[in-house]
């Protein structure tokens, strides 16, 4: 329903921000968000970044885990 | 194999509890599950069934041939996501439409659609605005800029969805949810730990191997213990309160609506249109869009797989007349469809 | 000569003749190149290899090539996928009305490049051109002849269950690169097309004394559609280690965004090989020296079980279907 990608913010001016993801760049929507910065990553649907994120899906899917 | 998917799929395949039936609402979580291949790890007590998170699945026919009537009777330019490009309508799917002379312009994001107008000031740029709770603060993004910017141009064709009629409506086809993890990252929890309150269980989760194994491991072993539950699987994306920009945007903008599923038919107040404030970007109001019936083709169970009633090879035109060169039903045509997802991951290896 | 193309350039005449001399025989001539009606060529010992292809592409010139090396790339590979050393070539183009001579200048250079770098000779061509909005640019049509090196026999029924399958190199990058340079959806990626003429490392690999039972290149549709088609025409299942795969990151970073197979992309300088087991160390010893194929990888194996079917390893160590390529490639956003 949502194709989601994370990716690493490169710069951001009003409500735009380029972001990363392994070597490919895109302009996306940076109004949903508010203090982001470079080096910040973010979950990105359909031209909108939409949530700052971690970048680490192991390290919690195993806290998780620990937790069982 | 990293450790934490060793780990999981221990669980899982240790799984000796009661039979559980999970729901995958999403889409994108039933194609990345099918594409790891997640099913055929899974003892049998586990049985996952594909719900109705696909945009694409349950965007009713009539729709399609609303964007097909405005590109080829208002010669307007159609500005869409790939995935609505080969769905079918009552006669026509946008790709043939295109043969037809039809102006389909694939896009990105709908941002994307009003810059297009911005640019190409003598046409006419519609929007088809599908998609949930998170496609949805795009779309409102693209009519504020066209505001701000005085693009006059530009519209939307609305049949944005939101889940908690869905969820409602599914809530005894199942034992629990695999909560959308995208969903959430906008709308928050709250929904989650009130059907929770209410004896549905759920965890919400997300999209990588490890994420959505942890999450089933997760489910199934509080499943197991007996009580309700809902546990956020996806915490690095999904916060309790969701993110109040996209809402508040949202809520600015639009406004509940009763809207139809297709094969599921109308869930009340789960469709977002344009508020009167916003009419002048509603193609609807702004191309006087007749009402459109749409006739889907009655051998195709599409509605039945959508609830999980249905797994899709029980369905009579599955394979034989329905396939995704030639789609029947919705849930073929889409990548994400139940019975796309079927067909081209195979069930017997 | 004029800047752009006209409707005099292809009637036949003076202008025609000036197009001719001034861009292709300038680039392509060679003793055998001909002014005739017909070339006139040596004779040949060996079994021979001919094969035909179209070219269009959009647009026509792109990071890591253009249409004209392209041209070259397409049928130069496709005879060396049969074993045969590629010797003559001719070339017809299509160009439209108002095309930049400097553009095709340009095109034939490469087109000249490109056959010196794999050996082979354009003898004879035609030029046509078509009124403007007719044809996009310029078409190009190329037909090659091969002598197959002798004792070879390779085609897309031999892979036998227990041969290893390898792909010359990353995947996906042709595809990638167009799609970029389309820019319909605003994506920037450092990504050139992977687009080079193979048969010099194809020489190396059978003048070693190894054979291959299939060779193919992977072009429209990607190695997914290449693998598909080995596995119909042989009657054997095919299993790939996902992990395995060559992928390089910004072209899994576009295809990540677009919710794109990068299976599915277009090469156009990748083979996928299939050889018996035994030979695959010595194989990949060979095209790791190779340029063009120094990125090698053994991705997958031929299987008696699964007949007609490509099954994928997935990252979970289960197995799927890699799902059979068949419609347009479009994204998946919602």
């Known amino acids: 329903m949502c194709v989601g990608l994370s990716a690493k913010v490169v710069s951001v001016k009003d409500d735009v921000a380029i972001v990363d993801a392994s070597g490919a760049r895109r302009k996306v929507s940076a109004a949903l968000l508010s203090d982001l910065e470079p080096g910040d990553f973010v979950m990105v649907h359909a031209g909108t970044a939409i949530a700052k994120i971690t970048d680490d899906d192991e390290e919690e899917s195993g806290a998780l885990l620990d937790l069982l | 194999m990293n450790q934490t998917i060793e780990r999981a799929k221990e669980i899982l395949t240790r799984y000796d509890g009661p039979h559980c039936r999970i729901m995958e609402v999403c889409g994108t979580h039933t194609h990345e599950i099918f594409r790891q291949g997640i099913r055929r790890i899974l003892p049998e007590q586990i049985e996952l069934i594909s719900g109705p998170g696909c945009p694409v699945c349950v965007t009713p026919v009539g729709f399609i041939d609303e964007a097909i009537w405005l590109a080829l009777e208002k010669g307007v330019t159609v500005c869409t996501f790939g995935d609505l490009v080969r769905v079918p309508g009552t006669e026509a799917s946008l790709q043939t439409a295109r043969g037809k002379g039809a102006a389909v312009k694939v896009v990105y994001t709908p941002l994307d659609a009003e810059r297009y107008a911005a640019e190409h000031p003598d046409k006419q740029v519609v929007f088809l605005s599908v998609g949930f709770e998170t496609t949805t603060p795009s779309a409102c993004l693209a009519v504020r800029k066209a505001q701000q910017d005085g693009i006059r141009n530009f519209s939307l064709l609305t049949a944005n969805k939101t889940m908690p009629g869905a969820y409602e409506a599914m809530k005894d086809s199942t034992d629990l949810f695999l909560y959308p993890g995208h969903v959430h990252a906008i709308t928050g929890t709250g929904i989650c730990e009130k059907l929770a309150e209410e004896g549905v269980s759920g965890v919400c989760a997300g999209f990588t191997a490890s994420e959505l194994l942890a999450a089933l491991a997760v489910a199934v072993t509080r499943y197991q213990e007996g009580k309700p539950f809902f546990v956020n699987c996806y915490p690095r994306v999904v916060r309790p309160e969701g993110s109040p920009k996209a809402q508040s945007l949202v809520a600015a903008m639009m406004e509940p609506c009763d809207e139809e599923w297709r094969g599921i038919g109308v869930i009340p107040g789960s469709g977002m249109r344009l508020k009167e404030s916003c009419q002048m970007y509603d193609a609807r109001v702004r191309f006087r869009v007749p009402e459109m019936a749409g006739r889907a083709n009655p051998a195709c169970r599409c509605g039945q797989v959508l609830k999980g009633e249905l797994l899709p090879p029980q369905c009579k035109v599955f394979g034989k007349a329905c396939t995704p060169e030639h789609p029947v039903g919705a849930c073929m045509v889409s990548s994400e469809g139940a019975c796309s997802a079927w067909y081209l991951y195979g069930q017997n290896l | ?334």
Request: with cysteine; hydrophobic share 40%.
């Open chain 3, 1 to 334: 000569m004029t800047d752009t193309i006209t409707m005099a350039h292809g009637a036949g005449g003076k202008q025609t003749s000036e197009l001719i001399h001034g861009i292709f025989e300038k680039h392509l001539g060679n003793e055998y190149f001909t002014a005739d009606d017909a070339a006139v060529l040596p004779p040949v010992c060996g079994r021979l290899a001919m094969t035909t292809d179209g070219f269009i592409v959009s647009p026509q010139f792109f990071p890591g090539g253009n249409i004209g090396k392209l041209s070259i790339c397409g049928t130069v590979n496709d005879l060396s996928c049969m074993g045969a050393r590629p010797l003559y070539m001719t070339c017809a183009f299509v160009i439209e009305e108002g095309f930049r001579i400097d553009e095709l200048d340009q095109i034939a250079a490469a087109m000249a490049k490109t056959a010196g770098e794999a050996g082979v000779r354009l003898v004879a061509g035609d030029t046509k051109v078509a009124g403007k909005g007719q044809c996009g640019g310029v078409f190009i049509t190329t037909t090659g002849v091969g002598e197959i090196v002798e004792g070879v026999r390779m085609s897309g029924a031999c892979a036998r269950p227990g041969d290893a399958v390898i792909v010359t190199g990353d995947i996906g990058r042709h595809g990638t690169a167009i799609l970029l340079a389309r820019d319909d959806y605003g994506i920037e990626a450092e990504v050139t097309s992977d687009c080079a003429p193979l048969w010099k490392p194809v020489e190396a690999v059978l003048s070693s004394g190894l054979r291959p039972h299939v060779i193919r290149d992977a072009t429209r549709g990607g190695v997914g559609t290449v693998l598909y088609e080995i596995a119909a025409e042989s009657g054997v299942g095919i299993r790939l280690e996902t992990e395995k795969i060559p992928v390089q990151p910004a072209v899994r970073g576009v295809t990540g965004m677009l919710g794109l197979e990068p299976l599915y992309l277009a090469c156009e300088g990748r083979l996928v090989i299939i050889c018996p087991q035994e030979e695959t160390g010595r194989l990949m010893e060979i095209l790791h020296g190779q340029t063009c194929t120094e990125g090698a990888a053994v991705i997958g194996c031929i299987t008696a079980e699964n007949k007609g079917r490509v099954v994928m390893t997935t990252q979970i160590g289960a197995q799927t279907l890699l799902p059979e390529p068949g419609n347009e490639l479009l994204p998946r956003i919602c």
